[in-house]
C-alpha cells in the first residue's frame, strides 16, 4: 500500500513537471504569468495591460500680491555771494536753485480659483526598472453632436495603488490632465474663426 502511494505521488510530481514545461512551451496558448488570478489574490494593477481607475481631484487656489514705493527727492539751492574780480560786472549777482521730486508706487493684485472633479480608468502601458508604473487612460462622452474628452497620463508607484485599485490624481507623477469638447455648445462659448482671430490680434495691438 505505501509502496502504491509513493509510486502514484511519484506520477504526480512528474505530470506536473511536465505540464509547466508545457505551459512555457513557446506558442502554447496558456500563459501562466497572465493568471488566472485567485480569489484572494492582489488584483491592483502590477503590469503593462491592467487597469487602474484615477480619482482626479484638482484645485487651483493662487494668490499673489506685490507692492512697490519709490519715492525720490532733491534739492540744489546755491548763491554767488562775493564776486572781487569785477565787483562792478553784475548788479545782482548769480544764483541757481533746482528741486526735483519722483515718486512711483505700484500694487498688483492676482487671485485665481479652480476645481475639475472626475473619475477615469486608466491602462499600465509601461513598468520601469524600480517598479513604477506608466499609466495613460482617454474617455469619450458624444452627446449628439457635442464630443467631451477626457485623457489622463502619468507615473505612479504600486504602493499607492489602494486595495480597491484606484488612485488619487494628487499622487500620480508627471500627471497631465487634459478636458476637451467640441460641437455646437462648445462653438457658442468661444470665439472662433475670423471674429476670434480679430479679437486676439486686437487685444495684442491695443496698448492700454
Known sequence: MKHLVHTILAATLVVGIADARVQERRGSIYDPD????GLVANKTAT???DLVTVLIQESQ????????????QKALDTALTNFDIAPDAFST?????SSTNNTFAGTANYEKKGNFTARLTAMVVDALP???????GR???????????IEFSGVVRRYDIT?????????VANARVSYSGSGPLTRTTNRHGLGGFLHDAFIWLWPF
Open 139 to 149: 474617455r469619450e462622452i458624444r452627446i449628439d453632436q457635442e464630443v467631451k474628452v
Open 93 to 97: 549777482l548769480p544764483s541757481v536753485s
Open 163 to 171: 486595495a480597491a485599485n484606484t488612485i488619487e490624481s494628487e499622487l
Open 47 to 49: 503590469r503593462p495591460g
Open 130 to 136: 524600480n517598479g513604477n508604473l506608466v499609466i495613460s
Open 61 to 72: 487656489d493662487l494668490k499673489n500680491e506685490e507692492k512697490s514705493d519709490l519715492k525720490t
Open 34 to 37: 497572465a493568471g488566472p488570478f
